[in-house]
């Protein structure tokens, strides 16, 4: 292999290398984006799981003291 063989290689090489880390750049990006709508999607869904129990606690309030709102006697 002559040097100028050796520098096409290496150029070639660096060229796909390149190509690689931009792929690799951009699948990274994608999966940081995905994974932050997947925590805002899990935060909204925490949020309205509160939401169900708070309810179900005051329903069970009321049940439990014979179906009278709080401070009702």
Do not use: P
Not at 28 to 34: I, M, Y
Not at 35 to 43: D, F, L
């Amino acid at each position: 292999m002559n040097i100028d063989e050796r520098l096409e290689f290496l150029r070639q090489s660096t060229e796909s290398l390149h190509a690689s880390c931009q792929e690799l750049h951009a699948t990274v990006t994608r999966q940081a984006e995905e994974a932050q709508e997947e925590r805002e999607e899990a935060k909204r869904q925490r949020e309205r799981d509160r939401k169900y129990i708070d309810l179900i606690a005051d329903v069970l309030k009321q049940w439990a003291n014979g179906g009278e709102k709080d401070g009702e006697a």
